[in-house]
């Protein structure tokens, strides 16, 4: 007579490994819940409110300004290191093609903080001589700015752009 080993009848709801994956399943799910809950409540407002009209007028503004372009060498320099809360100097340098003097209505310094439009800040940026132009700048948080150095001319305004990284300050 053959012997058999007793089968046992207990329910596959029982093993470790069901419940394994339910714990996993549950994690992933309750884990998507908080990310969406965050992006909802948290929402820094960089939208616009006539998004589709200014969608729709960028290239017709973009071709006048290329038209509108007088052609200056402009430069904003960074600088080596850019610490959080700490001052450093931005400059900037604007000269004709052939290398003569602009003499602009004004220069302003914008710093845009793409995660936040809360941090975003200007300043007016000073003349040091012979087309260089300064501004001493803090950037209250670390990460990615973006910089932006615009410069006024007979009504005109001529852009040049960078993008920075900030530092977190030394400890």
């Known amino acids: 007579m053959i012997q058999t080993a007793p089968v046992s009848h207990q329910s596959a709801w029982r093993s470790p490994w069901v419940y394994g994956w339910f714990s996993v399943l ?13 992006a909802v409540d948290n929402n820094p407002g960089l939208v616009v409110e006539d998004y589709y009209d200014r969608g729709q007028s960028y290239e017709k503004n973009m071709v006048a300004r290329m038209a509108k372009n007088p052609g200056w060498a402009m430069h904003v320099s960074e600088p080596k290191r850019l610490r959080m809360n700490k001052p450093a100097v931005i400059e900037f340098r604007l000269a004709t ?3 003569g ?14 995660s936040n439009a809360k941090e975003d800040f200007s300043l007016p940026m000073q003349s040091v001589g012979n087309g260089l132009y300064q501004a001493e700048v803090t950037f209250g948080l670390k990460g990615i700015w973006d910089v932006l150095v615009s410069v006024e001319k007979d009504g005109e305004e001529y852009n040049e752009s960078l993008r920075l990284g900030v530092m977190p300050a030394k400890q």
Do not use: L
């Open 97 to 99: 093609k052939e290398g």
């Open 101 to 114: 003097e602009v003499n602009p209505d004004s220069v302003t310094f914008y710093a845009y903080r793409p």
């Open 26 to 38: 549950i994690a992933v799910m309750s884990a998507n819940f908080i990310m969406i809950y965050f």
